[in-house]
T-cell receptor, first 114, second 116 residues
């Protein structure tokens, strides 16, 4: 049972345009969400996060939006740059006590075309 | 500040063998999590150790095991290797349990295992 889903395995965007990466979740207990970026031959690196008490968090060119009623998370990159080409994973935390877990999606390969 | 160090970076084994992978977390981090990455499967959670205790375990067979030492360094072991175990194995550390609060995982570069 995939509780965190990234339904688009890949996305191509022109340099300078907006990249929108989407993530859906099924567990209403999730209360903290993160995005990680991964380049080939490297481990994922943390990008941005958002708590469920917010609906938007911004950090430079990166903005994460959370729609709790739709159980939907999105990452906007504006403007997109070729160096943003990487695999993006969304992740969610939820549950209580020892049952609290961190769950990753399957990733979306973003390619920014020059 | 040194990052998360995984050794070896690459290794080739044959079916039936066993393998041990090592992870040194960031200094001061007490939680170590292990993930398997295969194409199209994203990051599959293996297990997490916090203060030498296994905190959580993913849905993997008993051939996959791990441990954490008093200095927070961790090892994972895979016995009786199968072809399907070929993957990138990622270790990540955090100060507290990975799922608590705003803890953020810091990943190592991974150990690429090929099973022939």
């Amino acid at each position: 049972d995939q509780q965190v889903k990234q339904n688009s395995p890949s996305l191509s965007v022109q340099e300078g345009r907006i990249s929108i990466l989407n993530c859906d979740y099924t567990n209403s207990m999730f209360d903290y969400f993160l995005w990680y970026k991964k380049y080939p031959a490297e481990g994922p690196t943390f990008l941005i996060s958002i708590s469920s008490i917010k609906d938007k968090n911004e950090d430079g060119r990166f903005t994460v939006f959370l729609n709790k009623s739709a159980k939907h998370l999105s990452l906007h990159i504006v403007p997109s740059q070729p160096g943003d080409s990487a695999v993006y994973f969304c992740a969610a935390k939820g549950g209580s006590g020892s049952a609290r877990q961190l769950t990753f999606g399957s990733g979306t390969q973003l390619t920014v075309l020059p | 500040k040194a990052g998360v160090t995984q050794t070896p970076r690459y290794l080739i084994k044959t079916r039936g063998q066993q393998v041990t992978l090592s992870c040194s977390p960031i200094s001061g981090h007490r939680s170590v999590s292990w993930y398997q990455q295969t194409p199209g499967q994203g990051l599959q959670f293996l297990f997490e150790y916090f203060s030498e205790t296994q905190r959580n375990k993913g849905n993997f067979p008993g051939r996959f095991s791990g441990r954490q030492f008093s200095n927070s360094r961790s090892e994972m072991n895979v016995s009786t290797l199968e072809l399907g175990d070929s993957a990138l194995y990622l270790c990540a550390s955090s100060f507290g349990p990975s799922a608590s609060g705003a803890n953020v995982l810091t990943f190592g570069a991974g150990s690429r295992l090929t099973v022939l």
